[in-house]
Every structure is written in C-alpha cells, then in structure tokens.
C-alpha cells in the first residue's frame, strides 16, 4: 500500500467530439491521474486549486474513490480552472476553444503535512515553477518522481522546466512534444537526449499508436488497445500516467522489468477512459474489466517465436 | 520447404530522401517481396515484366539469392517500370515525382509451369484484373494467398478489385486505404468490414506505427522496430508482406498463433529495409542478425503481468 501525491490541475471541461458535446464537466490532469491511481491499493492525495463554484458533489466524488483531497484549495469567490476544446472528426487533432485560468494563475501549492513523504510524486501538467515548488516540499525523496509536461512549457518557461527536470526519475511527454523538446525527429534520439536533461526514464505517449518507454539502451512498447470506437481521449494522457503510477506505488517494485508491466497498466486504463466522455467511465471501471482488458493486452502482443 | 509465388512490379526507382538520393536503382513490389521470402527456406519465383533496359546483373543479383527469375518476362525493345519519388523530412510522407508504367502497360503474366501450384501465392500491388489473371493459372488452390493493394485501384477499378478479393486469405493493406475501402475510420470496424469482403485476414500495416492483424474477433499488433533513424522507407511495406508471406511458406502451420508469428517476421525484415536506399540493406542481411533483431522485438513488446 504505497502512497502516491498527484499534483495537478482540477478543473471543468466542456468537450465537443462528433459524437456529440458536453456542458462543464468534471475534469483536469490531476483528477483523471487521481481516478486511475485509485483504482489501485494506494493511499493517493491531491495537491490542487479550485473556486467556490467547485461541487461539493465532485470532492465528495473523489473521496468515494479513497481520494484524500485535503491538498484541494478552494479559493473564496474563485474561479475554477476551464478547459473548452473541440475535436475534429478523426480526434487525433482538436482545437482549444477556451483556456480559463482562474485561481490557477495565482496558484501556490501547499502539500498537506501527511503527503510530504510519498512513495511516488507525480507531477501533472503545471508551471514547471509550481511543480518544482512542490519537489522542495518533500521531506524525503520520493522513490520514483514522475513528470509530465506539454510544449507550452517548451515554448514560455524552457529554463524552469531544464530546472525540474534534473530533479526527477520519469517523464511522460507526447511524441510531438518530445522532438521539439529534443530537436530530434527519430524518437530513440529524442528519448535518448532527454535523458541526458534529467530522466533515468523516458516514456513518450503516442496516442491511439501507443506508448514507449526508454531507459537506458532499452526500449518496451505497449500499443493503445485497438477500440471500436474511440468517443472521447480527453484525459486519456492523465489517464496512463495514473495508471502508470497508481500501479508502481501499489507494487513498489522500480524495476524496468515492472516499469514495463506500469506502462501496460497505463495503456490499459486508457482505453476505458476513452470510451465515455471525461470521467464518466473512468468512475465506473470494475476490477474484473481491467483483469479483462489485461488479457486482451496480453493477447494483442504476446507472441512465441523460437530465436535460433 | 513450401513453394512461394510472387507476382508484381520489378522496376527502377529513383528516390530523394532528406539524406540523399539515386539514380535508377532496383525497386519493384515483387523485388521487395522475393528478397525478403528469400531469406527463408522457400523456393520463391517471381512473376513479372521489365524492358531490355533492365541489367542483366540485376536478375543474376536475384537468381543468387535462390529465387527463380524464369517468370520475369523481357519485352524486346521495351522499358522497365520507372518510379520517382522524394520524402518529405518527417519521411512519413513522399510526393511522386514520376510514374512510368511502360512495358507494365500491357502485362499479361505468365505463369511459369513449376509455379501453378504455389503453397503461397502473394499478389503484389498491381490492376486488380492482373492479379486475378494469375490466381485463374493455378493448377491448385495455394494454401494461402495473400494480396496488397492501394487506393489508386479503389479509386480506379473498384469492381475488379472486390472480385480479386473474394478469391484471396489475407490482404495487407495501409491504414488510410483500409479507411477509404470500408468507409470506416476505426480500424477494427475497418478490418471487419474488408474481411465481409472476402479475406479471412485483413493486415493493417500503419508505416512506423507497426501492423495489426485481424481474423474473426482477435487483433495481433506488431510495432515497427524503433530506430535511430530511418533512411528510406521505400519498399518497406512490400518488404513486410515478403517476410510475412516467406515465413509462413517456410512454416506452413497457417493457425491464427503462428500467423502471429509472421507479422513479427515481417516487422523484423522491414526494419532492415528501410536502412539504406532501396534493397541495399536487405541484400546484405546475415541470418544471425535476423535472430538478434528478432530478439528485440521479444525485449520491445514482451511483458509478464499477472491476471488475477
């Protein structure tokens, strides 16, 4: 039973897919990292920002999940972070309709005294400075540190982000994200030199193609499960990263040889994510689905060639 | 030791690359294919035309590598199938430069006596009609035929194609023509729907994103072995399908597992291919590089989790 602090945003999305739209949802990184993690034996904790106009309905949500959101600041007369986005009909691409930041732009995060010796940190999508501030607040190294990024970070805060990446174990970047932060096209020359800025492991996300990760002159790949229909990937990148983590907090075990079993978790978790809009099936997923959806993992790759 | 059939293009190819470019060098679907199968114990033959433009030492190179070469017809005074391409930086896109279809224009294969009783019978990409011509010269029902083919013949002889495709086991095919052919753009409902057409294996090759393989309700997924830098895609997928098709001639076991099997061989041989321009790489490969890369592919996808 490991303990894992999530990091990250909590927001509300408003989602349009060709499948049709939602009004302002439950969303944010940490909250689809949180409800992964918490499908596993841990004790997970949020460290976030909210307005008054958060339900109480959506923390108390979250507490049903075993989530400790003691770490959730809510601001007086502040406003919730809101994400608006719209996908095109391959939904591989979408276009941000609006990005609201609300209490987030003023956001200092304050993690509750139990959670400052965590087994796994894991740092969502944030202001590479907030992510750092949250690392100086460790009283103890966690044993793995897990980052994620995207390339806005690249683009406006590239010497605070170098500074966050030496101090962690694991980053989580997507294959667009990973050249432009590399100047490399081939992926492997990318992970490798992204690796020389910090991370002992690489895991770049490819979507509906799949997941790498690097580490050292090592490389697993855990393919997307292929799906019927893929109705909504809000989250799906959040959704992997808490699967990734909740599982190795759960099991304890770092080694690469488990870090590929994370990465499969991962993969496995998001395909359910996608099947609904935001969280909605995400906060339904059963034990015996994901044991399930495990076997179909192991049926999609597994393979028996003898090698002379 | 199982009897390989290769029908499809020998040409010349000129190709630029963000790396460099050629001058007329070997090319051709049913080149690819025969120099892949060839690296398995199978007796290959091809079936095909070329002008008597086309070097005699380019069909010595063939016949030394063991694949029988009396199929490939010489039209006097003739000239051999010419494409030109150049590849875009990303090398996942490429604009043809030029198509000349020459002595290919008026084609009538014929099948060499020996090779009418294929265990294999792999029709290469070509007129839909021509494929259909050779499978009408069999003295047997192959074991397995395998077809590929691309959006060009959807667009231009449609008909043609769905009867070719009734008579045929497995077809590969890329991602985007799998959705132009089934209207689909998931590619299970893709594959399901091109199976109702006819093959009882539907192979979706997606380039660097690796190949599904679909029969009945089961999916296989082999990755593209990642690389430090891919040269020249060209002939890649061609180069799949031959190692595909050689393997499972060599094995002759055509259940569903070892079908598994042979994408991963496919997966191996292409990852050869795309080294350096053209066939180069794939003419020099070593049998013991063959079992080493294999080996990575286990280390790449092969993982140990337990399902409770």
Same mark, same amino acid.
């Given at each position: 039973m490991g303990k894992l602090l999530v990091v990250g945003t909590v927001a509300f999305d408003a989602i349009e897919t060709p499948f049709g739209k939602t009004d302002k949802i439950l969303g944010g990184a940490a909250t689809f990292i949180s409800l992964a993690a918490a499908l596993y034996k841990t004790k997970t904790g949020i460290v976030s920002v909210v307005g008054d106009d958060f339900p109480e309905a959506y923390t108390e949500l979250l507490q049903q999940k075993g989530i400790d959101t003691s770490g959730i600041e809510v601001v007086p007369g502040g406003k919730t972070f809101f994400w608006s986005g719209r996908y095109h009909n391959d939904l591989n691409r979408r276009d941000t309709l609006a990005t609201?930041? /609300?209490?987030?732009?003023?956001? /200092?995060?304050?993690?509750?005294?139990?959670?400052? /010796?965590?087994d796994v940190l894991m740092l969502g999508n944030l202001h590479p400075e907030i992510q750092m501030d949250v690392i100086r607040q460790m009283r103890t190294r966690p044993k793995l540190t897990v980052l994620d990024t995207m390339n806005y970070w690249m683009d406006h805060t590239w010497d605070s982000l170098m500074d966050v990446i030496r101090e962690i174990d694991v980053i989580t970047i997507n294959d667009e994200e990973a050249r432009q932060m590399s100047g490399q096209y081939s992926l492997v020359k990318a992970a490798g030199m992204i690796s020389a800025m910090g991370p002992d492991y690489v895991v770049i996300k490819k979507g509906e193609n799949g997941a790498l990760l690097f580490h050292e002159d090592r490389i697993f790949f855990a393919p997307a499960l292929p799906l019927e229909e893929v109705f909504d990937p809000t989250g799906a990148g959040d959704t992997f990263a808490g699967g990734f983590a909740g599982y190795l907090a759960e099991s304890g075990n770092l080694s690469f040889e488990n870090m590929k079993n994370a990465v499969i978790h991962g993969s496995n978790l998001a395909s359910f994510s996608v099947e609904r809009f935001g969280t909605e099936r995400l906060l339904e997923v059963q034990p015996g689905e994901l044991s399930a959806r495990l076997q179909q993992f192991r049926e999609l790759t597994q393979f028996d060639i003898e090698v002379e």
């Open positions: 609201e930041l /609300n209490v987030l732009a003023d956001f /200092n995060p304050v993690v509750p005294e139990g959670f400052r /010796n965590p």
